[in-house]
């Protein structure tokens, strides 16, 4: 069973929208959620660039089946 989801990450988005939208929030508060934002943001790039990139390789595979294996290394082929 996998821990994380996409759909987590979408959480996650959301409650730091929620925290940034906060209005009772001082100038240091919002300096500070606002570190916390891009960090979060660039953390996600990668994760749904990875994500990406898994799906090109799935759709590789579907198009193309098993003989397309080899030179996807990181989904089943050759690693050597």
Do not use: C, Y
Not at 22 to 47: C, F, G, H, P, T
């Amino acid at each position: 069973m996998t821990k994380n989801k996409l759909s987590d990450l979408t959480d996650h988005l959301f409650a730091q929208i929620e925290r940034l939208a906060d209005e009772n929030l001082s100038a240091e508060e919002i300096e500070k959620e606002v570190k916390r934002a891009e960090a979060i943001v660039s953390v996600a790039d990668q994760i749904t660039g990875n994500a990406d990139l898994q799906l090109k390789a799935a759709k590789l595979f579907a198009e193309h089946g098993q003989p397309i294996l080899r030179m996807l290394p990181q989904i089943g082929g050759d690693k050597s």
